[in-house]
């Protein structure tokens, strides 16, 4: 299967700027947006985003080799069965951007195997706390990593088309059991997500009385902390609870470091304050061995 067409479901931030990579890197690959407001395509159009510009779900489906799911993961399965009878298998490769994995292949991954049709997970890691294809960027996944899953165990062929595709826009690619990718993000992402929101609003917690002096003096530090938490609310809300069990865990081991600290404080112990900071900064190195402190 050679991938010529690619239909994109969803001009938000991600699939557009998805459309604007392949436009940019790949001129030659011909791409579809399907949106459900005419307003956002609109947009999409403007920017000269893609080559096609539809509403309707089969003209998507049938003019793809390649199909992104590049909507909430919620919204995904109704999507694809909206696409039966239009899907032909070995014909066509459905992937998607979700931020969690392994109930997008309970769900759709399984739903599309029944009937035949190849279906590969991505997650690139790429993205901002602003929403809407007005924000995308042709670079958005330069250099960025690509989590792929393959639960439904497609042909090796399949995995290194689709591996080949997200490099072709600049990503790197990880292969990964969908189990562990949410695990791992559910600590890089979607936990400081919550401990982001945390601060913003305990920034304002019983403070009425100089909220003024809050605005005057937070600075670069609460600002870089605290950025996040802008996402839209109603998608985070939603990729929390589809990341619900490992999300609880991270949120446990979260409040068991933070009572560590508390006790520390109450205590006024002073060397294990400084070492609990220490360890922080060492492990944050484990992740980031560029940088320096």
Request: charged share 25%.
């Amino acid at each position: 299967m050679e991938i010529h067409h690619v239909s994109i479901l969803g001009p938000g931030l991600l699939g557009g700027s998805l459309a604007l990579a392949l436009k940019k890197y790949c001129p030659e690959i011909k791409v579809c947006l399907w949106g459900r407001r005419e307003e956002s395509l609109q947009t999409a159009s403007n920017m000269q985003a893609a080559d096609m510009y539809t509403i309707d779900l089969p003209d998507a489906a049938t003019w793809a080799d390649l199909i992104v799911l590049a909507v909430p993961v919620g919204v995904m399965l109704p999507l694809v069965k909206g696409m039966e009878g239009f899907l032909k298998s070995g014909r066509v490769l459905v992937t998607d951007v979700g931020s969690v994995k392994s109930s997008v292949h309970r769900e759709v991954g399984k739903w599309l195997s029944v009937r035949g049709i190849d279906f590969i997970g991505s997650h690139p890691m790429a993205g901002s706390e602003k929403q809407g294809i007005e924000y995308a960027e042709a670079d958005l996944f330069w250099g960025a990593m690509v989590a792929m899953t393959n639960e439904e165990q497609c042909p090796t062929e399949l995995v290194e088309r689709l591996a080949a595709f997200w490099k072709s826009v600049g990503g790197r690619v990880m292969m990964m059991h969908s189990d562990e990718h949410d695990r791992v993000v559910a600590r890089i992402s979607h936990l400081p997500h919550a401990l982001a929101a945390t601060c913003s609003r305990a920034a304002y917690q019983d403070c009425e009385s100089i909220k003024e002096l809050l605005k005057a003096l937070a600075a670069g530090g609460f600002r870089d902390t605290t950025r996040v938490s802008m996402g839209k609310p109603s998608m985070w809300a939603e990729i929390m609870l589809e990341n619900k069990q490992e999300m609880l865990l991270a949120l446990e081991v979260c409040l068991r470091e933070l009572t560590s600290l508390r006790k520390a404080l109450q205590d006024d112990n002073f060397s294990c304050i400084q070492s609990w900071l220490q360890q922080a900064g060492e492990r944050r190195r484990l992740i980031y061995p560029e940088d320096k402190a």
